[in-house]
């Protein structure tokens, strides 16, 4: 808002409503006679009384924002009671008079204002159509073409002439520029006592570096160098000059006669020849100051860069300017006069946008430090070389503003503005730097507690960039209020109580509180656990440990979902939406996730529960619901098994009635062994027994057996077979290998010991009765029992 609308509303809303305010029974004073647009001192009186008080002029915000806030139909009749809608229609509950509520409100309004005043200001500078009007108009007048044929040739005799007597005085100054420029001192000898003089002081303090002195000299030489160039780019620049004036003369002198007997036509014609002139001043300055003879010395591409670019913006400025005022004289109405002016000079200070943009990296690297200097004022010269540009380029928008909206006092409040915003910067910058440095130094930990936790500087790095960013914000919003301020703009009353910038700062802080506590809540937990882990870790208890760590991912998830649902619900909660609804629809959701996925959510108990009494683990040999294998993944829902051959095994939680775990540290050795019932068994008991002895004696064996041959005895007596078992305990993991080394041995050992194995199998002779006729040949008989 600019500083004339903004006094302009302050003033009427003084006028208006404070007398309102100060007498809201009294009756209404009698007419007052019109007194025009003019501001009696009683008035100005008043009015500034009313500004220069804040509780008035609170009063006076109130009630215009109650006013603007009134329902249209307020004054009318209340209609019939109508059903209440449903509550479907809000998908959101948002109160009244809510936190978001009221933000949505003033962006509204804000949003308005700034298009209205867009709008206004637009139409201000754009008045166009009577450009067009007097266009037209012109066109279909039969006496402006006279007018117009009459300017042409007379215009036309002008300039041949002036041109004529131009281009001979030029030709005659030739020679004596040739001379200037041959006679022109390209380089020039510095005088020792100056070079004296740019030597640095002899204190320790000021001592500069050699590269500093260095600069100094060149640029001692460089001045002394422009200095004994002036006369001569003085004496050029006269000459240049001399066909100009003969041009402006011999034109003038031609408007003196006859042909400038009319006015219109003589004002026409010596706007254009002034175009001319002043056109053709600007560029021999130009040239004079850093043309390639000029006082200046510069590269030829840089010289040329200037010319083309000076060229370019007088053309454009001056011939446009001498166009709008020939557009005047010829009858187009002031306001078209206006926003043509106001267009020309948009056109050139888009000009200069262009040229900043163009050297915004040479400049750049002028305002720069150099690489080997750090400190304050290196880092704010970066940072200008930066950004220098784009104060560049608002500096020239706003210059034109200020021109174009012919504001009262427009420049020097542009300079107040620019001065107060470079401070503000300057004061917000230093401010988040000495923040910043104390943080950093606060969140250093020492080597000793360091020792003591040796996770605490990991989780302090993990949330330093986030303070750093919030306290970093948090001063940004600090310095725009009082860039506001300086701006003019009163934003400090958006933050008196009950406003709507104390309610979003209650706000922001129980959100940032909530946040806050959160987070400890979530770090204290997370160090717990891994405290308890490391300290079953190194008691021993690695089973424990392992579950826990198993554990932790699955318990970190759910506290986190947790915390962001509670921290979540607060935000909502302090920005004014209703929460009741939303808790209501997520039981709702949970009911028929429930009922819908019964067999989910056993497994997922199921496997809780199993994962908490440990029941298998990663490795552990099980049969499951018939399935047997080495388990290879225990989620929360199922169980990953690898059988002997080689396929997997997939059994979900809710399958699962028994588990038959055989890797719980313990896994005996079964033996049964079945020897003839002529053999001795107490010997034989006793080779079973050297058999054990001697694997405990081999390192292959010695920690897979855990104690010797438990022989139990004779379990079973028959006619043939004699069965000896017993038991040998082993380690989980040896329990088939050593079963099996020791079947191999219990062999070898036997057929040494001349011990005979028992078969089941037997083959028994009978002795048959003789038959009743005698037979010789007589033979047994076999029969197999």
């Known amino acids: 808002m600019s500083h004339k609308l903004r006094f302009a509303i302050l003033l009427v809303l003084t006028l208006f409503v404070s007398p309102a305010l100060a007498q809201p029974a009294a009756k209404p004073a009698p007419p007052q006679p019109a007194t025009g647009d003019a501001l009696t001192p009683e008035q100005a009186k008043r009015a500034l009384e009313t500004l220069q008080d804040d509780k008035k002029r609170g009063e006076i915000i109130n009630t215009l924002r109650a006013i603007a806030n009134a329902s249209p139909q307020a004054a009318q009749p209340a209609p019939a009671a109508e059903p209440p809608a449903p509550a479907s229609q809000s998908p959101i509950p948002l109160n009244a008079d809510s936190l978001g509520a009221q933000l949505l409100l003033m962006v509204s309004e804000q949003v308005g204002e700034m298009s209205r005043e867009v709008a206004d200001v637009a139409r201000t500078l754009t008045h166009f159509p009577a450009f067009y009007y007097w266009f037209v108009r012109t066109a279909n007048d039969p006496a402006a073409y006279g007018l117009l044929i009459d300017i042409a040739w007379k215009l036309a005799l002008v300039f041949g002439c002036a041109l004529a007597a131009e281009w001979v005085v030029f030709r005659l100054i030739k020679r004596p520029v040739a001379f200037l420029e041959a006679r022109l001192p390209q380089t020039a000898r510095v005088p020792v006592q100056a070079l004296a003089s740019a030597d640095p002081p002899s204190s320790v303090a000021d001592v500069t570096p050699e590269g500093d002195l260095h600069r100094r000299r060149l640029s001692l030489a460089r001045a002394w160098q422009s200095l004994v160039r002036l006369p001569f780019v003085l004496g050029r620049l006269l ?21 400038g007997d009319q006015s219109t036509t003589r004002l026409v014609i010596l706007a254009v020849v002034n175009a001319y002139v002043f056109s053709r001043v600007l560029i021999c300055a130009v040239r004079a100051l850093a043309g390639p003879f000029g006082l200046f010395r510069v590269r030829a591409e840089t010289a040329a860069y200037i010319e083309i670019w000076a060229r370019r913006i007088v053309a454009v400025g001056v011939s446009g300017i001498a166009f709008a005022n020939v ?166 009353v958006w933050f008196y109580g009950g406003q709507i910038g104390s309610r979003l700062i209650s706000a922001l802080v129980t959100i940032g509180i909530a946040a806050l506590a959160a987070a400890v809540i979530w770090e204290v937990a997370n160090a717990l656990m891994d405290r308890q882990i490391d300290t079953l870790s190194r008691d021993g208890h690695f089973a424990r440990a392992a579950r826990l760590r198993t554990f932790q991912p699955m318990l970190r998830t759910a506290l986190l979902c947790m915390i962001v649902a509670v921290v979540g619900l607060t935000a909502l909660s302090e920005i004014g939406v209703n929460v009741a609804p939303l808790l209501a629809g997520a039981g709702i959701v949970g009911i028929a996730i429930g009922f819908g996925s019964q067999k989910l959510v056993q497994d997922l108990i199921t496997g809780l529960f199993l994962l908490l009494e440990n029941t298998v683990q990663v490795g552990d040999t099980v049969t499951v619901s018939g399935l047997s294998g080495v388990v290879e993944n225990v989620s929360i829902r199922t169980m990953r098994l690898r059988a002997g051959d080689g396929s997997v095994h997939i059994v979900p939680f809710s399958a699962v009635t028994t588990i038959t775990n055989a890797s719980r540290g313990a896994g005996n050795a079964a033996v049964s062994v079945n020897v003839s019932y002529k053999e001795d068994t107490d010997r034989a008991g006793e080779v079973l027994k050297d058999i054990v002895a001697g694997m405990r004696q081999e390192t292959a064996y010695r920690a897979l057996i855990r104690g010797d041959l438990e022989l139990w005895g004779v379990d079973k007596v028959d006619g043939s077979v004699v069965t000896i078992v017993g038991q040998i305990r082993c380690t989980d993991g040896g329990r088939w290998s050593v079963q099996r080394e020791f079947n191999r041995r219990m062999k070898r050992r036997f057929q040494e010991e001349g011990i005979e194995i028992a078969s089941m199998g037997q083959t028994i002779l009978m002795q048959l009765p003789a038959p009743s006729e005698p037979d010789a040949n007589k033979l047994p008989r076999r029969a197999a029992g």
């Not at 926003?339 to 305002?367: E, G, N, S, T, W």
């Not at 200097?373 to 034109?400: E, K, M, P």
């Open 239 to 259: 000459l240049e000059l001399l066909p100009v004036v003969v041009f402006g003369g011999i034109a003038t002198a031609l408007l003196g006669t006859e042909i």
């Open 327 to 492: 557009a005047l004289l010829l009858g187009l109405h002031r306001a078209g006069y206006a926003a043509l002016l106001r267009f020309v000079m948009l056109v050139v200070h888009l000009f200069v946008v262009v040229i900043i943009l163009q050297c915004r990296r040479q400049v750049a690297d002028v305002i720069r430090a150099p690489a080997d200097r750090t400190g304050l004022a290196a880092r704010t010269r970066n940072r200008l070389a930066s950004l220098w540009h784009v104060l560049a380029i608002a500096l020239d928008l706003a210059l034109w503003a200020v021109w174009a909206l012919n504001i009262r006092n427009g420049y020097s409040l542009l300079l107040q503005y620019f001065v107060g915003t470079v401070a503000v910067l300057l004061v917000t910058r230093l401010v988040t730097m000495v923040v910043l440095s104390l943080i950093d130094r606060g969140f250093r930990i020492s080597p000793d507690l360091m020792q003591r936790f040796p996770g605490l500087e990991t989780r302090a790095n993990r949330y330093l960039p986030l303070l750093r960013k919030v306290v970093t914000a948090v001063i940004a919003v600090i310095g725009f209020v009082a860039l506001l301020e300086v701006w003019g703009v009163d934003a400090i």
